[in-house]
């Protein structure tokens, strides 16, 4: 901290040149042009999940092209995925599971205090709204997939993606590695008529806005480039003081007060 406190009184032209440059991610008001967006897409803990995958979005106005790649999943069987909003813009964690049919796991509404509700259903054709959460017969097969489609979200998702606040998340795991959808963990609490591990989420990703060098922005990239201000401001600071302690030791060599 106090090394900050220095950075930031001894260049103090310097910080404030810096801080536009750090907060200009994905917070300007004109929309106009492609934006990016990327994530790793990571198994969801306590689901037995050893999958993984990307995700990207370019975001035009409302128009949003989607690429979703995965490998390691059930194989054989739909994978439900949508932009999750509204919630805390994070993965969830092992503290967020509950206990189903007396095993610990993540169900999809455990994770929602992390990631929130569905905002788009990433189907492969037709609507995408909440309300095809569960159209299993339009959504992506398989063990391995690459899913691309260009389609109109809500405002609200997105200002979500531009604020790094949504979440994709892929459904569907094999939680007793039987090779199949089972009612291990009993049924799912979306849609009595399908087990819980068929809504389950299996792999999840925050969206993270990708500046034109591919370095993430938002809220990862922008801490980023803040640290990178302050480190800049650090150094111009010592070099500035060094100057100083230079100046001051030639003086004192030379007779001079």
């Not at 995965?70 to 919630?87: E, N, R, T, Y």
């Not at 609507?127 to 959460?133: E, F, I, V």
């Not at 998340?169 to 609490?189: C, M, P, Q, R």
């Not at 801490?223 to 100083?244: F, K």
Request: with cysteine; glycine share 14%.
């Amino acid at each position: 901290m106090a090394a900050t406190t220095l950075a930031a009184l001894t260049v103090a032209g310097t910080t404030l040149a810096l801080a536009p440059v750090a907060t200009a991610g994905g917070m300007g008001s004109d929309h106009s042009g492609s934006e990016a967006f990327s994530t790793t897409l990571n198994p969801v803990p306590t689901n037995n999940v050893t999958g993984s995958g990307t995700a990207r979005i370019h975001l035009d106005g409302n128009k949003a092209t989607v690429t979703v790649s995965v490998k390691g999943l059930l194989g054989g069987v739909p994978h439900a995925q949508h932009i999750h909003i509204d919630g805390q813009g994070r993965c969830p964690t092992p503290a967020d599971a509950g206990v189903h049919n007396g095993k610990k796991s993540m169900s999809t509404s455990d994770g929602m205090k992390a990631y929130g509700m569905i905002g788009t259903s990433l189907t492969t054709t037709g609507d995408n709204t909440p309300t095809s959460a569960l159209a299993v017969d339009r959504f992506p097969m398989g063990s391995a997939f690459h899913y691309e489609r260009t389609q109109t979200v809500t405002d609200d998702v997105a200002k979500s993606i531009r604020a790094n606040n949504a979440v994709i998340v892929v459904h569907g795991i094999d939680y007793d590695g039987s090779g199949k959808f089972t009612n291990v963990l009993g049924a799912s609490e979306l849609d009595p008529k399908l087990p819980q591990v068929a809504t389950a989420p299996a792999l999840c990703g925050v969206m993270r806005e990708q500046m034109s060098g591919g370095v993430a922005a938002g809220a990862g990239g922008t801490q980023g480039l803040q640290h990178t201000g302050l480190v800049s401001a650090g150094a111009a600071a010592i070099a500035v003081g060094g100057a100083g302690f230079l100046v001051a030791r030639r003086r004192k060599a030379n007779g001079q007060a």
